[in-house]
């Protein structure tokens, strides 16, 4: 299994980012993709799930603010809107293999390299 993302970068407080996953070897058909983020001396956070019938959960902290999407099997995007510097963070993207949606890192097993985004105030 491979992920692999692209998209990250550097933005202003209240710009705008979209990430993208691209996955291979991965059954997506039947199983979760999702994105997470982990901060300098933070815990890896759960930020948005998705299964191929559309999103399943965000976090409370991008709710409202971050779209979790899937464009065809195998591929996923993260749209996020009113960056603030709380979503400094490199970003990851993760399969599992279970047709039940969760943001629980734990229950992840394909990791990508994660992708780095930096919001600037």
């Known amino acids: 299994v491979r992920l692999v993302e692209s998209g990250g970068g550097l933005v202003q407080a209240g710009g705008s980012l979209r990430l993208s996953c691209a996955a291979s070897g991965f059954p997506y058909g039947d199983n979760i993709m999702a994105w997470f983020r982990q901060a300098p001396g933070k815990e890896r956070e759960g930020v948005a799930c998705i299964s191929p019938d559309g999103p399943i959960a965000y976090s409370d902290s991008v709710k409202g603010r971050f779209t979790i999407s899937s464009a065809h099997a195998g591929e996923i995007a993260l749209e996020m809107n009113s960056l603030n510097a709380e979503d400094t963070a490199v970003y990851y993207c993760?399969?599992?293999?279970?047709?039940?949606?969760?943001?629980?890192?734990?229950?992840?097993?394909?990791w990508g390299q994660g992708t780095q985004v930096t919001v600037s105030s």
């Open positions: 993760a399969g599992r293999r279970s047709p039940y949606g969760t943001i629980w890192a734990r229950e992840y097993n394909s």
